[in-house]
């Protein structure tokens, strides 16, 4: 089942927040989040594994909470480098062989 | 260290024929997972691979097929096409023996118009 993320878009301001949910109807092992530029792959930002630990890097940090099903990401003080889709991919249980990605979230930064 | 390379990048079909994507992983992985990209739709997943042996499918018709080879590298077929499988085809590769406990390196894609 895909995960539901939210919102669908957001436009924000240089150096302002954000924050993007993923929810999956099913119990989580883990929670990737990708982000894609336009014409471009996919980029590996994080892996959040069963736990409910939260990860981060420079300004762009996640958490994921087993109990609800859910991870959010955060983006702090956006850098116009931000803009691009961000997806969540979602994986049921250790030794799933797939993970399942949500619809994508849109943002743009502008100056 | 080069990356994930798929061909073609772009390729006209008209309906009814058949197409075969490549893609190439990075040296040593040997996971391979294959993604439809459509707008709105995000990224629903086809197959993934491991080892020559397919060990998971989506939900996509028996049309989409695919198969690995002892170098790990893997095609993927769609016979009979669709104006619906009008695509951006994404193939990952992956270290781990797992593709949700490990990193995923996206190729570019191969775009898929069908007419």
């Known amino acids: 089942q895909q995960p539901v993320q939210s919102p669908q878009a957001v436009i924000l301001r240089e150096g302002e927040d954000a924050v993007i949910n993923c929810s999956s109807s099913k119990a989580l092992y883990s929670v990737h989040w990708y982000r894609q530029k336009h014409g471009e792959a996919p980029v590996f930002l994080m892996i959040?594994?069963?736990?409910?630990e939260q990860k981060g890097h420079d300004k762009i940090s996640a958490s994921f909470n087993e109990k609800k099903q859910q991870s959010s990401l955060y983006l702090t003080a956006s850098q116009l480098s931000y803009s691009g889709t961000y997806f969540c991919?979602?994986?049921?249980?250790?030794?799933?062989?797939?993970?399942?990605f949500g619809q994508g979230t849109r943002l743009t930064i502008n100056p | 260290k080069a990356g994930v390379t798929q061909t073609p990048r772009y390729l006209i079909k008209t309906r009814g024929q058949q197409v075969t994507l490549s893609c190439s992983p990075i040296?040593?992985?040997?996971?391979v997972s294959w993604y439809q990209q459509t707008p709105g739709q995000g990224l629903q997943f086809l197959f993934e691979y491991f080892s020559e042996t397919q060990r998971n499918k989506g939900n996509f018709p028996g049309r989409f097929s695919g198969r690995q080879f002892s170098n790990s590298r893997s095609e993927m077929n769609v016979s009979t096409l669709e104006l619906g499988d009008s695509a951006l085809y994404l193939c990952?590769?992956?270290?781990?023996?797992?593709?949700?406990?490990?990193?995923?390196?996206f190729g570019e894609g191969s775009r898929l118009t069908v007419l």
């Open positions: 991919g979602t994986g049921p249980f250790q030794g799933a062989q797939k993970l399942v």
């Open positions: 040296s040593g992985h040997r996971s």
């Open positions: 990952a590769s992956s270290l781990s023996r797992g593709p949700q406990t490990g990193e995923l390196f």
């Open positions: 959040l594994l069963k736990g409910g």
